[in-house]
């Protein structure tokens, strides 16, 4: 968790309505699945996000943006909490684009 949402997170942490839950509802219990997704979609639609909302998109999103950051891989699959890399690698969607500067420094060997 990085700084800027841990302050965002820190508030929510004295409102105890729950010991179980760390985002317990309004009530205090268990927040359902469709109430999650219904958030999600909510917020896909804040940040004007076209494309299918559902929950496992922010975690790829998240592992994505980590990658393109350079982070290395083994420390996105500690991060998501993965057991092998592999499964890490279906989340973090690793576009080539910028690896076109590291190819180009053969381009010397074709001249």
């Given at each position: ?5 841990e ?14 839950y ?13 109430r ?76």
């Amino acid at each position: 968790m990085n700084n800027i949402l841990e302050s965002l997170l820190k508030p929510l942490v004295g409102d105890k309505r729950s010991e179980k839950y760390v985002f317990p509802s309004t009530k205090g219990t268990q927040i359902r699945e469709r109430r999650i997704l219904d958030i999600c979609k909510s917020i896909a639609i804040k940040a004007n996000i076209a494309s299918r909302a559902y929950l496992h998109k922010f975690r790829s999103t998240y592992a994505t943006a980590l990658i393109h950051r350079g982070v290395p891989i083994q420390n996105i699959k500690e991060l998501l909490g993965h057991w092998s890399v592999i499964e890490t690698e279906i989340y973090a969607h690793n576009k080539s684009d910028h690896l076109h500067p590291d190819v180009s420094k053969l381009d010397s060997l074709l001249l």
